[in-house]
T-cell receptor, first 113, second 110 residues
Framework: EAGVTQFPSHSVIEKGQTVTLRCDPI?????LYWYRRVMGKEIKFLLH????????ESGMPNNRFLAERTGGTYSTLKVQPAELEDSGVYFC???????????FGPGTRLTVL | KQEVTQIPAALSVPEGENLVLNCSFT??????LQWFRQDPGKGLTSLLL?????REQTSGRLNASLDKSSGRSTLYIAASQPGDSATYLC?????????FGAGTTVTVRA
């Protein structure tokens, strides 16, 4: 079974540009989560999808962040326009409904210059 | 709001010594607690998951205990090896989302 995959692994952009991160969950996992770790801080929850529906986006920092999960498969997280404080590692995780373990992807390291 | 604390922040031990990593959380109304390992530049690997009704879980050289009422968990790694060098993260599940500690970075010296 393939694990959670994320693309790209690294992204370096200028302040004010747009970046889109992609996450492919494990096949059959209806739950998809985005987390991020900014410099020196703990990993923080951003949002949770159940299939294509946003269940909770209380962790999204502001309206420059937009997450989508069309068709309930892969998800994208767009940052527009990017700011310096958005730099960090963005993790995606998935889980099967009714189970407890979240499986994490390798993360995307975002650097905003 | 759940706060998760891990002590110590870093630990260096000689090979063969047992490791004890601590995690505390402020709200005891959790569903479960999960211990992860993260290697540099890599994702998170789940090591052990303890349900709120359980007291401990074991996997090989790893043993994790949970005292929900006092808001504490401890991860024990027996007979440490250089390959155990990594950052260990504790996370508690409130409903469906995880709240993480900052991690303990472990170095096992050969």
């Amino acid at each position: 079974e393939a694990g959670v995959t994320q693309f790209p692994s690294h992204s370096v952009i200028e302040k004010g540009q747009t970046v889109t991160l992609r996450c492919d969950p494990i096949s059959g996992h209806d739950n998809l989560y985005w987390y991020r770790r900014v410099m020196g801080k703990e990993i923080k929850f951003l949002l949770h999808f159940v299939k294509e529906s946003k269940q909770d986006e209380s962790g999204m920092p502001n309206n420059r962040f937009l997450a989508e999960r069309t068709g309930g498969t892969y998800s994208t997280l767009k940052v527009q326009p990017a700011e310096l404080e958005d730099s960090g590692v963005y993790f995606c995780a998935s889980s099967r409904t009714g189970t407890y373990t979240q499986y994490f992807g390798p993360g995307t390291r975002l650097t905003v210059l | 709001k759940q706060e998760v604390t891990q002590i110590p922040a870093a630990l260096s031990v000689p090979e063969g010594e047992n490791l004890v990593l601590n995690c505390s959380f402020t709200d005891s109304a959790i569903y479960n607690l999960q211990w992860f390992r993260q290697d540099p530049g890599k994702g998170l690997t789940s090591l052990l998951l303890i349900q709120s009704s359980q007291r401990e879980q074991t996997s090989g050289r790893l043993n994790a205990s949970l005292d929900k009422s006092s808001g504490r968990s401890t991860l024990y790694i027996a007979a440490s090896q250089p390959g155990d060098s990594a950052t260990y993260l504790c996370a508690v599940r409130d409903d469906y989302k995880l709240s993480f500690g900052a991690g303990t970075t472990v170095t096992v010296r050969a």
